[in-house]
Nanobody
Framework: IQLVESGGGLVQPGESLRLSCVAS???????????MGWFRQAPGKEREFIAG????????HYADLVKGRFTISRDNARSTVHLQMNSLNPEGAAVYYC?????????????????WGQGTQVTVAS
């Protein structure tokens, strides 16, 4: 399974970015059967789970730090997951990754899978 993230860049505080993650290689079970998530890792910090979306697109999850500003979505026909990030602040500077995540009866299991891509760098600076 391959995950390719894109869309990062340098923005000023308050600006927006839209990240994309294209998935391929889901041979045993198709992409549209997996919940997906976005994670970020800032320098010196652990990778954190910031947004999740189930296979059918309902019951979205957001970390408190991004709730109300970030929106996760998916396009199963294109095996793609997006993360719309609005009102970015310096805390949002990190490498952003997508990955498949577990989702069972309303509970996300962020680290069930180990399919990490190369990530995409987001820098927020004035």
């Amino acid at each position: 399974i391959q995950l390719v993230e894109s869309g990062g860049g340098l923005v000023q505080p308050g600006e927006s970015l839209r990240l994309s993650c294209v998935a391929s290689g889901f041979t045993q079970f198709p992409f549209n059967t997996y919940a997906m998530g976005w994670f970020r890792q800032a320098p010196g910090k652990e990778r954190e789970f910031i947004a999740g979306i189930p296979a059918n697109g309902g019951d979205l999850h957001y970390a408190d730090l991004v709730k109300g500003r970030f929106t996760i979505s998916r396009d199963n026909a294109r095996s793609t997951v997006h993360l719309q990030m609005n009102s970015l602040n310096p805390e949002g500077a990190a490498v952003y990754y997508c990955n498949a995540v577990g989702y069972y009866y309303g509970t996300y299991i962020p680290h069930e899978y180990d399919y990490w891509g190369q990530g995409t760098q987001v820098t927020v600076a004035s």
